[in-house]
Antibody, heavy 122, light 108 residues
Framework: QVQLQESGPGLVKPSESLSLTCTVS??????????WGWIRQPPGKGLEWIGN???????YYSPSLKSRVTMSIDTSNIQLSLQLRSLTAADTAIYYC??????????????WGQGILVAVSS | SYELTQPPSVSLSPGQTARITCSGD??????AYWYQQKPGQAPVLLIY???ERPSGIPERFSGSSSGTAVTLTISGLQTEDEADYFC???????????FGGGTKLTVL
């Protein structure tokens, strides 16, 4: 059974950087059929895509976050990482990692982690 | 910038049929996907490639597509269907993901 688990700090100060990790269990991260994505959801609001990464390290980022985001992948430890810089209160959200099924022309998320709430506050 | 538009809320009674629309200019060229999210839980994939249902999703849930809009239909509403529903698609190059704003379905 494939599972994804996010981990990281629950509170970060404004202007600082956020680093989150997603550990994948029960599956190989090195598959040609899947990308791995990060999505966030501010409390009480909708879903916002942050970016996707392939096991080779190829990435696609949301245009609105691209200047502040870096995603990486560790295939030996089966982990994904997300770094988001220059945080403001608007970055307060539940952050999800998810498996992105790649059909050759687009993606959809068929498996999600439980999410981790990150608050940005001094 | 490209957007997907959903109605903010829909309210119906048990047994009725819910139809939630999602509109966007690129939808004639890109597939749409639907997710259900209940309070305190992660989203769950309901429909992929406009009309396909993953295994384990009840037949009450179906998807359709017409022009610049896609529709999620939930037949025979049950109280457990009360949730937020999000559509998802991609921009014209397929590499950037978009979510609709979400629709809160109330069943009472």
């Amino acid at each position: 059974q494939v599972q994804l688990q996010e981990s990281g700090p629950g509170l970060v100060k404004p202007s600082e950087s956020l680093s989150l990790t997603c550990t994948v269990s029960g599956a190989s991260i090195s598959s040609n059929n899947y990308y791995w994505g990060w999505i966030r959801q501010p409390p009480g609001k909708g879903l916002e895509w942050i970016g996707n990464i392939f096991y080779t390290g190829s990435t696609y980022y949301s245009p609105s976050l691209k200047s502040r985001v870096t995603m990486s992948i560790d295939t030996s430890n089966i982990q994904l990482s997300l770094q988001l810089r220059s945080l403001t209160a608007a970055d307060t959200a539940i952050y999800y990692c998810a498996r992105a099924h790649y059909s050759g022309y687009d993606y959809y998320f068929d498996l999600w982690g439980q999410g981790i709430l990150v608050a940005v506050s001094s | 910038s490209y957007e997907l538009t959903q109605p903010p809320s829909v309210s119906l009674s048990p047994g009725q049929t819910a139809r939630i629309t999602c509109s966007g200019d690129a939808l004639p060229k890109q597939y749409a996907y639907w997710y259900q999210q209940k309070p305190g839980q992660a989203p769950v994939l309901l429909i992929y490639k406009d009309t396909e249902r993953p295994s384990g999703i009840p037949e009450r849930f179906s998807g359709s597509s017409s022009g610049t809009a896609v529709t999620l239909t939930i037949s025979g509403l049950q109280t457990e269907d009360e949730a937020d529903y999000f559509c998802q698609s991609a921009d014209s190059d397929g590499n950037h993901v978009l979510f609709g704003g979400g629709t809160k379905l109330t069943v009472l």
